[in-house]
């Protein structure tokens, strides 16, 4: 498969320098394990919030960062988008026989994150015994579909970001919103929040769909096995993502010499 050609050769370039390569993967890490101290110490002052314990919000918090990290590794391509429209050099992913979305998604491989990735399956395994849960085969499905349809939507928007580039050369920060505020927002249940907020990350950018609506299940707040299928319109997210970005390809104008 061509991508995973991409990635053997990202890996060999990254490997030249292993220290760095290292250091930086440890810095995914800690900064991921801070982020978990402010829940730990929220939980420790208000023992819930809004009936939501404190394993529950855990495990939230390790799916949404579980597929933030998996995108960031493997989307890094779309996140630094605009260097290749600036330099030109989309000109030549035109030219190729290849997907364009393809061809910018193996144009990065960030190992580094790799650290939150770590960080967050530590997270999901303490969480999981803490749980009042009956793991049963279909919540076990549940939660890989809630893991899956994050990077769906993850990847959505790295893709709307980058996107934007075709109209405004660089990209534009409020994208961050969704990526970076997306992931804080989602660590926690949408309940916690406002209702408009509720709403647009339900129907709008279906956060709700790939960590409340399943989590219900998985808690046995709802017995519908349709909340355990719900990831998977995470899935269908890319599909409006992706004519956005042929959209935006048929707009392009060579910046290059």
Known sequence: MLYLKYIAMHLRSLMQ???????????????????????SFLFERFGTIDGWTFSEVCLCFAVTNMAFSITECIARGFDTFSG????????RILLRPRSTLLQVLGAGFEISRIGKLLQSIVVLVIAIPLMTVDWTGPKVITLIFMISGGIAVFMGIFILGATVCFFTLEGLEFINIFTD?????????????????????????????????PLLYI????????????????????????LIWRLGVRHYTSSGS
Do not use: H
Not at 17 to 39: D, H, P
Not at 219 to 242: K, Q, V
């Open 17 to 39: 320098y292993r220290i760095s390569t290292l250091l930086m993967t440890l810095g995914q890490f800690f900064v991921a394990f801070f982020s978990f101290l402010s829940i």
């Open 84 to 91: 290749l429209v600036i330099r030109g050099d989309f000109d």
């Open 181 to 213: 505020g997306g992931r804080e927002l989602a660590a926690y249940p949408l309940p916690v929040y406002g209702k408009w907020v509720q709403r647009f990350f339900t129907f709008i950018i279906p956060f709700g769909c790939i960590n409340y609506l």
């Open 219 to 242: 808690t046995g707040r709802a017995e519908s096995m349709l909340y355990m299928l719900i990831p998977l319109l995470g899935i269908l997210f890319l599909a409006p993502c992706a």
